[in-house]
């Protein structure tokens, strides 16, 4: 048969061809550098087989045809029109059959001119073609002259151009397929897009120039001396001026005494090494990474990571991030008190790194290599396992590693992610350790330990986490194995999945580490939700998720699963992360001390100033600084309380901040690290006021009038306070489902947005069963069922006249067999004028929380608008909350209302009900109605992590039990 098509080499799965051997990253030098960022000619094409074949890449060849167009570069062509970019977690969005992919097969032809600078010695040395970063296979020509191929989407490839370019004007050319076997080796949780996404960058390489380097150092924690060497290829010098270093490459240097680098003091010495054609500058850090005794030590000290698993991703241009980005994302890490930083999963852009070094960050950097979806295939096939992939596998953690190799600020290397277990692990681990011995090794899919460094899991129970805490894990079949992973230390690359409302658990995760010297931590999933913008019919804008593109297979919202929203607005997931890893611990000592504990690993607390505010039901009567001596690292001091008079009257509270001294490079003076708020007395109970009037039965209009309120005798229900009409008060037990709910309990199997749905929670009704007056009281009782099951709730709602308003007790009884549910939440809903539009509240805030998510919020009184009360998830769903609220008034322009607890309550305001919160599933969805509806909470049921993993913790769950709860409501 004659062939007129065959597969193409892009379905090859060995690495690319002609691409220069890996190396470090360099940013700038004094030779030259010409980007060639910018705006470029474009065609799509449906396949991999392009009519015309290679014909574009020719000098003559006619750019200026209808179908193509400019596109800038970096970027990715399925954001600016070229088709569309698609979302999934785990499986393949293309059938599974390596090495091969669809004909379907977006292709990207690129064209570039451009002109040399007339300085450009073409004649000395060679020039280098760089790609930072080409998803996910390109082919590359300059002139017409074909430079070479590279798979490996995440890492660099350069190609020597020297022989092809010519003085003046200059094409060049690229072709990039979407799909090839390299896609098998990236099935990361991200969005698909294809194209040229990072730097493109001609680099002069003059004779001499320096071909590769590698930083090595040691530091002697005992002595405070270190060891220096630069290897280089070609030899030089290495020059520090601060260290007084004027010292051949090569050679190992013993220096008396340095600065250590650790993420809490990020100390760098610059310099440059200087061969004959080239300067390079030098950034080093000394610092030592080892296991010992069971944990990661950094410089001799164990180290805790409070770290993040880190996407690149921007909601206007997907991966191609700019170092804008780049830096705003380590700012707002180190302002929210993290220390670490997982490269999820893939290298990021080497600038990213560079500021990690910089600002002081640990880093995870991790191999562009994952294959879930080769899990629903019981992993058959999968490279790890496979011989065939072992050249592409060693080829990209090789390239990764040569790049990165000169930063301090990594101090692990990740093989990769979620890609199954496999000799070719082993391969890329033993490679390692050959070419850099002076870094641990990671693979959370290594559950033996038998090629790593640590022992790595996602998602584990609090549970687990104290036995391995303890050593006591489960054991494995093979006893040594067994005995090598028990002495391991052990880390959570992934845990509190921050998917919508949530994560919780914080705070519990949290003890556990700080409890246990083998736990050393974890990195949040993950940093930021991925979402584009897209507007509805009408205009309106809203966030893009899986699903809202048009792909055939998709995961939804999982995407969604960030602690900044896409706008890099800190969600209150953030707000509470910063406040559980705060490295300063403030807790009470007695009633007149304080305990100020430093959790930071090296530095300490020196560069903190402290101060004092004294609050009587949540207003500050005093405060100012309080004198704090110097901490050391893991230490705690005592210190007096201000001798300030208490009032005997009033709910008395101690808040202690700590904030910076001095201006940093990360934040200024005065932001705030950490703060600690407890008791300053004992609180007495509030004086319950006695019942000043009697009901009043009206039979003409069948109303029943009780101080300011208004009942009906047919319904029971409130229908007004003062001159405040009001709606359908009666027992809520539902709230719209989170992400977290409807999540299956990773070690329980339930999922209890499911389980409330199947009992109909969100459907129940309301019979009455009594109305009437006794004594002073109008009582009404009812009975509160679901459909299509036996069980309910008996509850009674007695009123009675108090203080100017009216006093609601509500006693809940079960009825029938109710099992081991869980309610989502027990209080009572209310309908409220759509007039009212402000919320002032004395309780905690000023943001959301819920049971397991209450660290960030501190006590004191707060006001918000009714809109600015939502917590705006990209998925609707329950949010909001205020908890532990002493009263709370909302306001408006025909009246209002005041709430009081007895003691205490939960509040949500909202202008959509909630079961509109539960239909949509977009913000524009949610559109405000004729009523605000206010729920007044007196339990909720926690948040927990169920979304991808842990659901809620036993002592946050609410049982169905008989319970009884009061509050006071007047008008205003």
């Known amino acids: 048969m004659e062939v007129i098509y065959s597969p193409g080499e892009h379905e090859d799965p060995r690495p690319g061809r002609e691409g220069l051997p890996p190396r470090a990253w360099v940013d700038r030098t004094d030779a030259q550098q010409l980007s060639l960022n910018g705006d470029w000619r474009f065609r799509l094409s449906p396949t991999a087989a392009v009519p015309g074949g290679d014909e574009f890449a020719k000098v003559d060849f006619d750019d200026g045809a209808k179908q193509w167009s400019d596109l ?61 970063g080409v998803d996910s ?28 370019l010519l003085a003046g004007s200059n094409v060049l050319a690229v072709r990039v397929h979407q799909w090839s076997a390299g896609s098998y080796l990236e099935d990361q949780d991200q969005w698909w897009m294809p194209g040229i996404f990072r730097d493109v960058t001609l680099l002069h390489r003059p004779e001499g120039s320096v071909v590769d380097h590698f930083v090595h150092v040691e530091y002697d924690h005992k002595t405070g001396g270190a060891t220096l060497k630069v290897d280089a290829k070609p030899s030089g010098r290495v020059v520090i001026p601060e260290l007084g270093i004027d010292a051949p490459t090569g050679e190992l240097l013993h220096l008396a005494h340095v600065e250590p680098w650790t993420a809490e003091t990020p100390r760098l010495y610059t310099g440059h090494l200087v061969t004959a054609g080239e300067r390079v500058p030098l950034h080093v850090g000394f610092r030592t990474v080892a296991v010992e005794d069971g944990v990661i030590k950094v410089n001799g000290k164990r ?143 290594d559950k033996t330990c038998k090629y790593v460094d640590m022992y790595s899991r996602m998602y584990v129970t609090h549970a687990e986490v104290d036995a391995l805490g303890r050593r006591e894990e489960d054991p494995l079949d093979d006893p040594e194995l067994d005995k090598k992973r028990r002495a391991m230390p052990f880390i959570l690359c992934e845990y509190i999945h921050a998917m919508g409302n949530g994560p919780g658990g914080q705070a519990e995760y949290q003890r556990l580490f700080e409890k246990y010297p083998r736990c050393q931590g974890g990195f949040v999933w993950e940093w930021i939700d991925h979402c584009f913008i897209k507007p509805t019919t009408d205009g309106r804008k809203y966030w893009a998720y899986g699903g809202d593109f048009g792909e055939e297979i998709h995961d939804g919202n999982f995407i969604v699963d960030g602690l900044l929203f896409p706008d890099r607005t800190p969600s209150p997931g953030l707000i509470e992360y910063k406040k559980v890893i705060e490295p300063v611990a403030i807790t009470r000592a007695d009633s007149r001390r304080v305990s100020i504990h430093n ?33 050391a690292a893991g230490h705690t001091v005592t210190v007096p309380l201000p001798d300030v008079a208490l009032s005997h009257s009033g709910e008395r509270i101690w808040t202690i901040t700590a904030v910076l001294a001095a201006d940093t ?27 000043s009037s009697a009901p009043v039965f009206d039979s003409a209009t069948g109303v029943v009038t009780l101080g300011p309120a208004q009942f009906s005798t047919t319904t029971g229900q409130l229908t007004r306070l003062g001159r405040l009409p009001v709606t359908s008060l009666q027992l809520d037990i539902w709230r719209a489902t989170t992400d977290n709910d409807r999540g299956q309990e990773y070690f329980e199997g339930i999922c209890w947005a499911d389980v409330w749905r199947e009992a109909n929670l969100d459907k129940v009704k309301h019979r009455v069963k009594r109305v009437g007056i006794q004594g002073n009281a109008f009582v009404v009782e009812t009975r509160a069922a679901a459909g299509s099951w036996n069980r309910g709730l008996v509850t009674t709602y007695t009123w009675t006249a108090e203080g100017g308003g009216v006093r609601l007790t509500v006693k809940v009884v079960p009825d029938g067999d109710w099992g081991d549910m869980i309610l989502p939440r027990l209080g009572v809903r209310v309908g409220l004028p759509a007039s009212l539009s402000r919320a002032s509240w004395y309780g905690y805030g000023p943001g959301e929380a819920y049971p397991d998510t209450r660290s ?15 917590t705006p998830y990209v998925f609707p769903q329950e949010n909001g909350s205020r908890i532990d609220v002493r009263w709370a008034d909302f306001a408006g322009s025909e009246g209002g209302l005041r709430v009081e607890g007895v003691p205490h309550f939960a509040f949500t305001a909202r202008r959509w009900t909630t079961e509109q919160l539960q239909a949509a599933r977009h913000t524009t969805d949610l559109v405000p109605g004729d009523n605000v509806w206010l729920n007044i909470d007196h339990a909720v049921n926690g948040i927990g992590t169920a979304s991808c993993g842990e659901g809620v913790l036993p002592e946050y769950k609410l049982r169905v039990s008989e319970t009884e709860f009061s509050v006071l409501l007047r008008p205003t």
């Open 599 to 631: 959790n930071r690993d090296f530095a300490s607390l020196d560069d903190l100033a402290f101060t004092y505010r004294l609050e009587r039901d949540g207003r500050g009567v005093a405060g100012g600084p309080l004198a704090v001596p110097s901490v």
């Open 137 to 164: 296979w390109c082919k590359v020509w300059v002139n017409g002259t074909l430079l070479g191929t590279s798979s490996g989407s995440r890492v660099p490839v350069e190609f020597d151009a020297s022989a092809a």
């Open 856 to 870: 960030g919020v501190k006590l004191g009184q707060y006001g918000l608008s009714i809109d600015d009360l939502q």
């Open 665 to 691: 490079k990360w934040a200024k003076a005065g932001h705030e690290i950490a703060w600690g708020q407890f008791p300053a007395a004992e609180t007495s109970p509030p004086v319950v006021a006695t019942s």
């Open 303 to 445: 180290i805790l990571f409070r770290g993040v698993n880190r996407h690149e991703f921007h909601p206007d241009t997907g991966r191609a991030v700019t170092r804008e980005t780049m830096l705003q994302d380590v700012l707002l890490m180190k302002r929210h008190n993290m220390n670490a930083v997982r490269t999820s999963h893939y290298p990021p852009h080497p600038h990213f790194l560079d500021l990690c070094d910089e600002y002081g960050l640990w880093v995870i950097d991790e191999n562009d290599y994952e294959t879930h979806g080769f899990e629903q295939l019981d992993w058959a096939g999968n490279p790890s396992s496979t011989p065939l992939w072992k050249d592409a596998l060693l080829d990209r953690v090789g390239r990764m590693v040569e790049r990165d190799k000169n930063h301090p600020s990594i101090i692990i290397w990740s093989l990769g992610n979620e890609a199954g277990p496999g000799e070719n692990i082993g391969h890329m681990a033993s490679w390692i350790r050959q070419r850099d011995s002076s870094r641990l090794i990671h693979y959370e899919g």
């Open 72 to 132: 800038p570069v970096p970027s990715h062509w399925v954001l600016h029109g070229h088709g569309n970019p698609a979302y999934v977690n785990i499986p393949y969005p293309f059938p599974v059959d390596p090495p091969f992919v669809p004909t379907e097969n977006p292709t990207g032809d690129y064209r570039y001119a451009f002109d040399l600078p007339k300085d450009w010695s073409l004649g000395d040395g060679k020039t280098v073609l760089r790609f930072d």
